[in-house]
Every structure is written in structure tokens, then in C-alpha cells.
């Protein structure tokens, strides 16, 4: 796939942001949708969609965000595009705060960031022509590309596969795969640095899904693309994420690299969506399932449960877990979760052993042979960890009898 440059004076330029350095930066970030009630519309509360997410983007990656329907992944990727107005935190984009920026503010940034939406039947304008709907990022941000925009947009058509002469059809004569290439045709238009795009094969047959994330692969390395991918099928986020967080009730529950995440979970939630990708492996047809059955539904955002919100579903809850709520830390290299019992490592709160009611019913919902792997993967790690304390230990005073010699030789000396 080639896609050549446009002429000089209206290319976009792409990002100062090399790869590997930060682009996208979020601290903090919080959206509470007021609920209002009565003749004088007075607050009675707030959907917490997301409370309080901390993550960065570097340039040139692709970061992968899964979870449950109702987590808050599409209010995040409205968020950090702008399109939604955050309640608390702040983004960062290549350094600059664009947070509470206005609309001529954010103008200029539209070029930067753009974003596929979950629905190619909604997203379009029925009314226009694909050859109006692509070009039009360029009449809003005033661009002519060499050529003009129905040349450019006819290139546009034929990189994310579509027939060029096609231009001037309607959406309505498209089936959904091929709505959601002009959506992605249209997201690319300016050549932007970061692509948001949510869920975007979810609404599609799954004949078409590979087609459009191995699409997404190609264009991200012809054009430098920095990705943020929410979507809720882990195979697919799989295959195109460098790092992948996982959201739980509008928290960052895990955040890791793709090999860390899926070799070894560490959070119980991530173990649980984990056991729900299928194998497509003909020999495991008559396997038992070791599939992890999550106890009743997710908590309302409305008033979320106190401490580490996943309690009332997980099958390791302890007293702490209801009272304190875990700080996502990171655990491992790359790898940082927020649980007081992680999966896969030393607990975290070994005093707190005794095991909520919530926490023994939703037990009974896990394999026997689930419990006794992860009681025994954490264990060994425990164990791991307290033999490498003591061999640090016992090395400190070699090392502190040495430094001793090294200090009384120049003495000698003089």
C-alpha cells in the first residue's frame, strides 16, 4: 500500500513527538453526568462514567482498552478527544494543555486527533455524498490538497480499499464494513497523529472484522499513526496492541504490555476476562471449561461499592478490599494493577486472609482447579520474592566489609 505525500504548503505536517516520547498524557481524569430531577431540575446525584484514570500514550503505539459494556471506554475516548467536557483531571497533548480548551481552541488540534466511531451506520450523514462527508475535514480546516479535495479523496477511497468511483454514492449503498472504511477514511483525512477509535469492528460481520484491523496494522506503519483502540473483544485487541489497559467501573484496573497481560494476568478481573476468550482448537472441543463465572452484574456507576469496586464480584475479597481502595502501582516492569491480592504475585495484604461472604459465594462460581492454580502461582512467587530478600540480605554485609577495605586503602597509600 502506497499513500503519497500531499505537495508542500498544505501537507500536514506529522508530530514533533518522536517515537517513544509521551504524546498523549491523562492525570486525573473524571466524568460525572449530573442526574437532575423535579420542576427545578436540582441534582440529585451523578453517573460516575469515569472516576479518576491515569495513563500515557506514547508516539508510534498502539494502547488497547477492554472491559464489561457501561466501564466508561467510549466516555474516555470522547474525553481525550475533546468531544465530551471532563468534570476533573487533565490531558495532555504533546505537552500542551488542551483540557478545557474552547472550540477555536481546539481547531487547530482537530488535525491531531481524530476519531472512528462505534456505529458506521449513525456516524454518517445519510444526506451527503462519501465524496462530501471525506472532504469534509478540509473545508472546515481550510486545506487544499494538491490535486483538490475530490482528487484527494478519491486516493483516500482506494488506501482503505474501497473503488474510487464511488464518490459520489450515498452511505445507504454501502454495507457496514464498507461504511466503516469511509469512517476511517475520514478520520485520516488530515493525516492526524492520534487515531481514538472505539470499537471499530464491533458492528461488523466477523468476515470483515480482520479485514479492517489488519487495515488499521497497514496504515499505522505508513503513516506513524498513534492508536488508542477501545473495544471489548480481547482477540482482537490482542493483535493490535502494544499495551493494554483494562477498565473495571470507570478505573484502570491493569495496565501492561500485551506479552505481560496475557502470559500472566495480575488482576482477578483481567484473569476473569481472560478465561472468557475463546480457543479455536479442535482437540479442546471435549476439554472441560475453565471459563472464571463472575458473581451477579457490574454495580451501578450511580454509587459505585466502597474500596476496590470489584469486590462484590471477586472471589479473593478480603475485609481491606472493602475499606481501602487499591492504588494502581506497578508490581512488575511494564506491569501495574490495582489489587490488594494480585494473581500471579506476592500479596499484596498477606495480614488480611479471611474471606468476605461475597467473596466465598462468588468462589463457588470458580473451578477448583482455578482456585489451587492461583493460590499455588502465588505462593511460589511469595516464596521467590522472600529468597531473593534474603540473598540481598546476606550480600549487604559482604558488600559494606568491602567498601570498608576500599575506603582504608588510600589511607595505606598516604
Known sequence: ????????GTVITKGDAAPGEILLKVSGLQKHFPIRKGLLQRQVGAVRAVDGIDFEVRAGETLGVVGESGCGKSTMGRLITRLLEPTAGTVEFEGKDITHLGVSGMRPLRR????????PYSSLNPRHTIGTIIGAPFRLQGVTPEGGIKKEVQRLLSVVGLNPEHYNRYPHEFSGGQR????????????????????????????????????LDDLQQ????????????????RHVSDRIAVMYLGKIVELA????????????????????????????????????LLKGDVPSPISPPSGCRFHTRCWKATQICTTTEPPLIELKPGQRVACHHPENFEDQAPQDTVLLSVAKEAAELVSDEVLAESAETSA???????????VAEDAAPEASEDEASEDEAPAKEK
Do not use: C, W
Open 112 to 119: 491531531d486527533v481524530q476519531m472512528i466511531f462505534q456505529d
Open 1 to 8: 500500500m502506497s499513500i503519497p505525500a500531499q505537495s508542500e
Open 257 to 292: 504490555d500485551r506479552e505481560s497481560l496475557y502470559k500472566a494476568p495480575m488482576h482477578p478481573y483481567t484473569k476473569a476476562l481472560m478465561s472468557a476468550v475463546p480457543i479455536p482448537d479442535p482437540r479442546r472441543k471435549n476439554a472441560k471449561s475453565e471459563r472464571i
Open 222 to 237: 505508513e503513516l506513524g499513526l498513534t492508536y488508542v483502540i477501545i473495544a471489548h473483544d480481547l482477540s482482537v485487541v
Open 180 to 215: 466503516q472504511r469511509i469512517g476511517i477514511a475520514r478520520a485520516l483525512a488530515l493525516n492526524p497523529k492520534l487515531v481514538v477509535a472505539d470499537e471499530p469492528v464491533s458492528a461488523l460481520d466477523v468476515s470483515i472484522q480482520a479485514q479492517v484491523v489488519n487495515l
Open 380 to 390: 511460589a512467587v511469595a516464596a521467590e520474592v522472600a529468597a531473593e530478600v534474603e
